[in-house]
């Protein structure tokens, strides 16, 4: 399990749903293989017609710790709703006891004498079962994974050994797609500089956050400002501070296409025939560097908040959770001698993510649409300096990171020139300092990233290397002028 440092948790309120995302998947009626489901305190929903891909949308919230079963190679074993719950996780064992809720109890029904191992009781999980689970005690990740062994009966519920394994089990032959906005109040929040605010809004007027900050609907917003100290090796002694904002309206990208299944087969862990993960969204940052920065020629990267939030996605019947970080920076390269004071507003978009095809296997997309101004301007003496507001975001799946990806905005200047001084011999005056060259401000973004190895959580084959996202880079100028 994934250690994680404390965090001031953003107050979430209980009326909230995890993502500000409308509606959820459909309940449909039952089907006549309820007699058949692994879990027969199951609901025994599915599509009403398996030839219509499966919604993708938030978890509501009553669904925040939901559970689907699959039990693969039997008829009527696809993965449906069930009112069976993870009741503590393991990680180092990967053993599990899952709680069976009787009908009309909110509470798991009574479990009598322990069981000899390997067996199980009618209505309980069983060896073969793939179970889906939403963040659970000791899955705080969530949880997918494979019945190998019943173990036996606890005052718990049914405890059981199990085994790593990816979404086709579950998903089969089955379509599915969306695109569901990550709700701001669920994010977990780490400050790492003092000085740093965090403010967010979502629909019903709620807002959090230093009063006064405007926020649009579903946008996250971290506030920053920070002196620059002198680098190590740096060749001058320097002060600057950089202040902003990065404002972001983070979506989760997910899809599946059972192409490489059949309905007849849909049950068995064949592999998509494509698949999708990543993460998009609209990006605002207004932020400032101002002074001498005294850097080196190897950039300095100065985080200063980091997030995390484990949104749920309902896919059909099944909690798909997703992992996802945000690391926000500055970095600030030079050469410790150019002076600015420059500010900049930059707006547009991004979406980094991995998409998988049989013919092709994984390959990265990266794109990003920003617009800037610049706000002032203002460069002197010769020498060079460039400085980024950025983050950093990881998502994956039940722990396992998927895609990594670094969207780095920044200014460059950079002047060019001679600077002269003259003092009158015997006088106490100051000395007279004349400089003459040009100077140039750009504006630019970066975009990479890598996917990883654990995207074969989706049933693809493993990745044998991480792949490079390929770098996306665009630069324009800002403004230019004379010293």
């Not at 969530?142 to 990816?166: F, N, Y």
Request: charged share 15%.
């Amino acid at each position: 399990m994934r250690k994680r440092p404390s965090r001031a948790l953003v107050p979430a309120l209980a009326a909230s749903a995890l993502f500000l995302a409308a509606g959820c998947s459909a309940d449909p009626g039952q089907s006549s293989a309820a007699a058949r489901t692994p879990d027969a305190g199951a609901s025994a929903t599915t599509t009403a017609n398996s030839d219509q891909p499966l919604a993708v949308a938030a978890a509501p919230a009553a669904a925040a710790t939901s559970t689907a079963v699959a039990r693969p190679g039997t008829a009527g074993g696809k993965a449906r709703k069930s009112s069976l719950k993870v009741k503590s996780y393991d990680s180092h064992t990967r053993r599990a006891v899952i709680s069976a809720v009787a009908k009309g109890t909110s509470s798991p029904s009574p479990t009598g004498t322990p069981t000899p191992a390997g067996t199980a009781t009618p209505g309980r999980t069983a060896v073969g079962d793939v179970i889906a689970s939403a963040p659970a005690p000791g899955a705080p990740d969530g949880l997918l994974a494979k019945v190998t062994k019943v173990i036996g009966e606890t005052a718990d519920g049914t405890e059981v050994q199990t085994a790593p394994t990816t979404l086709d089990t579950l998903l089969g032959g089955d379509d599915a797609k969306g695109t569901v906005p990550v709700d701001p109040a669920s994010f977990d929040v780490e400050r790492l500089l003092p000085d740093v605010k965090v403010s967010w809004a979502k629909t019903g007027d709620i807002h959090s956050g230093p009063e006064g900050t405007k926020v649009p609907l579903g946008s996250l917003r971290v506030d920053v400002a920070t002196k620059v100290t002198t680098a190590e090796g740096a060749p001058a002694s320097a002060d600057a501070s950089v202040s902003g904002f990065v404002q972001v309206k983070p979506e989760v990208d997910f899809s599946y296409g059972g192409g490489a299944s059949t309905a007849a087969t849909a049950s068995t862990a064949s592999g998509p025939g494509a698949a999708y993960l990543g993460v998009s969204g609209d990006w605002t940052s207004r932020w400032a560097l101002k002074g001498r920065a005294g850097a080196t020629a190897k950039p300095v990267r100065l985080p200063f908040a980091k997030l995390h939030a484990d949104p749920v996605l309902q896919v059909g019947p099944i909690p798909v959770v997703v992992n996802l970080d945000l690391t926000c920076y500055f970095e600030i390269s030079g050469d410790g001698r150019v002076t600015v004071d420059v500010e900049q507003d930059l707006k547009g978009d991004f979406k980094a993510g991995g998409t998988f095809g049989t013919a092709a296997g994984w390959t990265p997309v990266n794109e990003s649409h920003m617009d800037s101004s610049p706000v002032r301007t203002s460069v002197t003496t010769a020498g060079s300096v460039k400085a980024a507001l950025g983050a950093q975001a990881t998502v994956g799946l039940y722990g396992a990171v998927g895609v990594t990806a670094d969207l780095a905005p920044y200014l460059r200047g950079e002047a060019g020139g001679t600077v002269t001084a003259s003092t009158p011999v015997g006088s106490g005056t100051k000395s007279d300092v004349v400089a003459s060259g040009s100077w140039a401000l750009y504006g630019g973004l970066d975009l990479s990233g890598t996917l990883q190895i654990q995207l074969a959580i989706f049933g693809t084959p493993v990745i044998q290397h991480a792949i490079p996202l390929g770098a996306l880079h665009r630069e324009w100028k800002l403004a230019d002028g004379k010293m």
